[in-house]
């Protein structure tokens, strides 16, 4: 998408939002602000009817059986350390299991680590396969007897390969094993179904599907969120308080402390409402095509090294030898097209893959061919490249 002469391929880090999402989010600060659940007064009604009508969306959108199972948080990562420990802090002990990856992001790798230094359970990082990444068959392998949780990315945000979590889940369900999803990178590009896949908690962000900063979702099936203790406490979350006990309010609200992104969540809606009138199927095939032209034009070139070529996402990962991936991207940004470089916030990946730092260039179904053009033109220039 060329935005005042740039062209934007960093849809991973963040997209763009739709004139209706802005507008949406204008309405609130300017038409009715007012804090939820506060006030006795119209305006405020507004906003909680806004707020009810944003969880209904998306309970609809990954479909869960209740709007209830939809908490509202500030983004993936807040939703992950909620799930670590306001969950499994409380049901994980001593000599426990728990199956992550090294192509994870740090978000649902760090959570991981701070708690099993206070409990002492055991991180399991099933191995990557040759093309770094993660198969059922790895999974598998990696379970115990004391296998309690497996946490992973529906699609990873650097190698962008796609997990089959309804395998995962059936597997892991046998076996007593809960699932936890981070489904950051998959939520505009994929169809998500958590009663279909059977996923046990889902973690995304508002950003990484065309709506605004600092709002995110945490899914969980009714009956484990209703067994997390909040990781925050104040106003909203309870029915009554006194010195000896706190009487907490029903799910969604118990998990939702204080005042939140009112004009973001509400505006998140509108977010929603443009990905379905386009439709995930539509966006998947837009950018599934648009993949296979950008790889097949890098491969042109002949010197383009391709890290995912295997991946069936919009990720692609490349570097030219004796370049940099930093002052790649830097080049890059002078003919004004945005990549992301460097190691993505995936520091372990490292340690099984032939590569440390990429650059990553991320699609999204708002790009078009003509743009794809453009940085096949910037990249062939090598000797301008390699004297940057």
Not at 51 to 59: A, C, E, K
Request: charged share 25%.
């Amino acid at each position: 998408m060329k935005k005042d002469g740039l062209i934007y391929f960093d849809n991973a880090a963040t997209t763009f939002k739709p004139l209706s999402v802005i507008n949406k989010e204008m309405e609130y600060l300017t038409q009715y602000t007012a804090n939820a659940h506060r006030g006795d007064y119209n305006i405020s009604f507004k906003v909680d009817d806004e707020i009810d009508n944003t969880r209904d969306l998306v309970s609809k959108f990954i479909n869960s059986k209740s709007k209830d199972e939809v908490i509202f948080t500030s983004g993936t990562t807040e939703s992950l350390n909620m799930i670590v420990f306001g969950y499994f802090k409380y049901h994980l002990r001593e000599g426990d299991e728990v199956i992550l990856n090294k192509a994870e992001h740090a978000s649902n790798i760090l959570p991981w680590m701070a708690l099993q230094k206070e409990i002492g359970f055991k991180i399991v990082y099933a191995p990557l396969d040759k093309n770094n990444m993660l198969s059922l068959e790895s999974i598998k392998n990696s379970i115990t007897r004391r296998t309690k949780v497996i946490s992973l990315a529906m699609i990873t945000n650097v190698v962008g390969d796609e997990r089959n979590i309804s395998e995962i889940t059936d597997y892991a369900h046998k076996h007593n094993i809960l699932v936890v999803v981070d489904a950051a990178q998959a939520v505009l590009h994929k169809k998500i179904d958590v009663q279909k896949m059977d996923i046990d908690f889902l973690a995304f962000s508002a950003h990484k599907m065309l709506g605004p900063t600092g709002v995110g979702v945490l899914y969980g099936k009714e009956d484990l969120l209703y067994d997390m203790v909040p990781t925050v406490y104040g106003g909203g979350m309870n029915i009554d308080y006194n010195e000896e006990e706190v009487s907490l309010m029903p799910v969604p609200y118990r998990l939702e402390a204080g005042t939140q992104n009112i004009s973001g969540i509400i505006a998140f809606s509108e977010s929603i409402n443009y990905i379905n009138k386009i439709g995930i199927d539509t966006i998947e095939r837009k950018e599934k095509f648009l993949r296979k032209y950008l790889i097949s034009e890098l491969k042109k070139l002949g010197y383009i090294r391709i890290y995912n070529e295997s991946s069936s996402s919009s990720i692609v990962l490349i570097n030219i030898d004796g370049v940099t991936s930093g002052d790649l991207g830097l080049y890059l940004n002078t003919k004004g097209i945005c990549v992301r470089s460097g190691k993505h916030c995936t520091k372990m990946l490292k340690e099984e893959a032939s590569f440390t730092d990429t650059v990553r260039i991320s699609l999204a179904f708002y790009n078009s061919y003509e743009e794809i053009d453009v940085l096949i033109k910037a990249l062939s220039n090598l000797g301008e490249i390699r004297v940057f």
